[in-house]
């Protein structure tokens, strides 16, 4: 499975963006970049995906770097409710799994 | 819309005890999927169905632990006997289809405590 690499945690102030960023050096041309987020005791949540262009949803923006290596997604204004771990995943355009890795741990202070 | 439905919410049971969760996946969905959350190992996957067929389930961690799925709308995850090290939350996921550009949609999970 291709990896992924992002920071542990980031911090941000309420009502401002946050810009999460996601390394995948080894992606290939099939592989799609998903983010999911997880607030506290709930389940994974899907945010947005995307195979080579930016995408863009009501939750966030997904930006790919142009050779696919890097991608980032962006909250456009942070609320409180945005607190969560947020985990980006590569997938194959033929698999089923979701692997998720230890992801970033997103606070946003008030 | 109906999300994923997840029962128990909270399972609280004595080691040796026989352990069912309740899934009832998004309507219309073909794909369903049972995962585990722990600190040491983070999210893992157990078992995926489509159309009701079990595909992988390399993730089971052994004999102890089954799943099935009688119909399109309703799916458990049984462990018999329970043990400690099971203590865990179960996610259960569904999705429209398989392949890298559908999203699972998950449930709130079971958090499940043996003693």
């Known amino acids: 499975d291709a990896k992924t690499t992002q920071p542990n945690s980031m911090e941000s102030n309420e009502e401002e963006p946050v810009h999460l960023p996601c390394n995948h050096s080894?992606?290939?041309?099939?592989?799609?970049i998903h983010w999911y987020r997880q607030l506290p005791s709930q389940g994974p949540e899907y945010v947005i995906h995307?195979?080579?262009s930016n995408v863009n949803n009501r939750m966030a923006s997904l930006a790919i770097a142009e050779d696919r290596k890097s991608s980032t997604l962006i909250l456009h204004r942070a609320t409180l409710r945005d607190a969560a771990v947020y985990y980006c995943i590569l997938r194959q355009s033929n698999d089923y799994k979701l692997s998720f890795g230890a992801g970033t741990t997103v606070t946003v202070r008030a | 819309d109906a999300g994923v439905i997840q029962s128990p919410r909270h399972e609280v049971t004595e080691m040796g005890q026989e352990v069912t969760l309740r899934c009832k996946p998004i309507s219309g969905h073909n794909s369903l999927f049972w995962y585990r959350q722990t600190m040491m190992r983070g999210l893992e996957l157990l078992i995926y169905?489509?159309?009701?067929?079990?595909?992988?389930d390399s993730g089971m961690p052994e004999d102890r632990f089954s799943a099935k799925m009688p119909n399109a709308s309703f799916s458990t995850l049984k462990i018999q006997p329970s043990e400690p090290r099971d203590s865990a939350v179960y996610f259960c996921?569904?999705?429209?289809?398989?392949?890298?550009?559908?999203?699972?949609?998950f449930g709130d999970g079971t958090r499940l405590s043996i003693l």
């Open positions: 995307g195979l080579t």
């Open positions: 080894t992606i290939s041309g099939t592989d799609y």
């Open positions: 996921a569904s999705s429209q289809a398989t392949g890298g550009s559908q999203p699972q949609h």
């Open positions: 169905f489509n159309n009701n067929v079990p595909i992988d």
